[in-house]
């Protein structure tokens, strides 16, 4: 198949920032101790969803609490603060500086991010990523719906495109959309076979 264009998750599969993420929610949800390794849990089989959704979903089955919506949007303004120089300096997952400076004038890349739009689009800059990117998407909205949009918005069928990430919500996103899906992990690094595929 030719492919056209690649959509990337952004921790994990282009930056080591998961590590940042998880100490985000450590600190957080540090005056539940006895909740913490299922807090930590939740967030590691999540790692596609935005970080408000996380919190939702913590509060309610993990706590048994209701989240309110000023609370809510203050951790979610803790969590940016805590993470985002971190981020920013984090280093690039193996083989992912050097396929973006290899293929991104050669084919159309994108990034769909569980992040919240703003904060991954000025990471992205802060890190002088932008020229790589012909867009960056992130949250509130999922990730079958950003791939969907790319789609629509760039003219690609589902053929033309891959989706790269490093969760199970990823998946589900390249899954729901019908395209195909690359899982990067420590034994599989998704650029070595990227460039199998890209070349055939």
Known sequence: MKIKAIIFDFDGTILESVGIKTAAFAFLFKDYPEHLPAVLALHKNHGGISRLEKFEMIYRDILCQTLSLEKKAEMGRQFAEYVYKGVVESPFVEGASEFLEEYHEKMSLFIASGTPEGEIRSIIKDRGLEKYFKA????????????????KDFNF??????????????????????????????????FSELKKIINI
């Open 157 to 190: 069928i589902p053929q033309d495109v891959i989706f790269v990430g490093d969760s199970a919500d990823d998946k589900e996103g390249a899954d729901g959309a019908d395209i195909p899906f690359i899982w990067q992990t420590q034994e599989n690094n998704s």
């Open 136 to 151: 960056v998407y992130g949250s509130p909205l999922h990730k079958k719906d950003i791939i969907l949009n790319i789609l």
